[in-house]
């Protein structure tokens, strides 16, 4: 399996987008004095969530400013740069955090480390195929994602929200389906302790994939009252949501699970 970058790296920015914003350098947090301020730390976090590839001057004026004019906005964004810069610092070669090429900014990643590109990582291990991730290796990364995605990604104000909302979504359905995927090799593996703890999301979800997941984790563990309580939850919020009822194949599980087992129970006494 290949190795994953660590979060918790000495000399470098690191930025944490699940569930809030937070960012430190060499270990201390970045002040708000010096962060918040004309829009550095939302310019900081569309730049990390692009770390891969440089992201081109007019896109994020237009995202950051979406009311300004064009020329308001990129003298904004000339200013929103030099203040990221002096935030960030310079790298421990003397280097700067934010590059600039032509027309594109992007983040140094040699120096920079984000939650979300070492969530990548792991996530494209868990679900792609060419790692081969199995058995017990694969309930540790899955066990790992589930550590790090403290909550849906930070979405900032004051902007136009359409690619981090974007985003958060995509993140959420990476996280889940790692989640699923963890659980049922935790089930093979019948380690019932992490799939139990893998299939226990700090989040309503309303994929119906994940909810079958966590009654099979149930229902093998002989959970019955919390199968019962998750589908009954479940479908309450499908009625107030959606105005709609579990699909079937939803449906025959909770029957086997739940009513297949007390009609067993009711012959045998």
Request: hydrophobic share 40%; glycine share 8%; net charge positive.
């Amino acid at each position: 399996a290949g190795e994953v970058e660590a979060v918790d790296t000495i000399g470098h920015i690191e930025m944490r987008m699940f569930g809030a914003f937070r960012a430190e350098r060499d270990g201390f947090p970045i002040t708000d004095k010096m962060w918040r301020r004309k829009k550095a730390a939302t310019l900081a976090e569309r730049l990390a969530l692009g770390m891969d590839a440089m992201v081109d001057r007019e896109t994020i004026a237009m995202e950051l400013w979406p009311h300004a004019e064009f020329n308001a906005a990129r003298n904004n964004l000339y200013s929103t740069v030099s203040r990221l810069r002096s935030a960030l610092g310079p790298t421990p070669d003397g280097k700067s955090c934010v590059l600039i090429q032509n027309e594109c900014i992007g983040l140094n990643g040699d120096y920079v480390k984000t939650d979300v590109r070492l969530f990548e990582q792991l996530s494209r291990e868990i679900l792609g195929n060419r790692m081969g991730a199995r058995g017990p290796h694969l309930v540790e990364l899955c066990l790992k994602v589930e550590q790090l995605y403290a909550g849906p990604l930070y979405v900032p104000t004051g902007c136009n929200p359409t690619f981090f909302t974007r985003m958060r979504h995509i993140m959420q359905s990476k996280y889940i389906d790692c989640m699923i995927r963890g659980a049922n090799a935790a089930l093979e593996e019948n380690d019932l302790q992490s799939a139990i703890w893998l299939v226990g999301l700090r989040q309503e979800t309303a994929r119906e994939d994940m909810v079958r997941c966590a009654m099979r984790v149930y229902g093998a563990a002989g959970r019955r009252r919390d199968v019962v309580e998750l589908y009954s939850g479940h479908m309450h919020h499908l009625r107030e949501q959606v105005q709609g009822v579990p699909e079937p194949e939803t449906r025959r599980l909770y029957e086997r699970l739940v009513e297949g087992r007390l009609k067993r129970v009711l012959v045998e006494r």
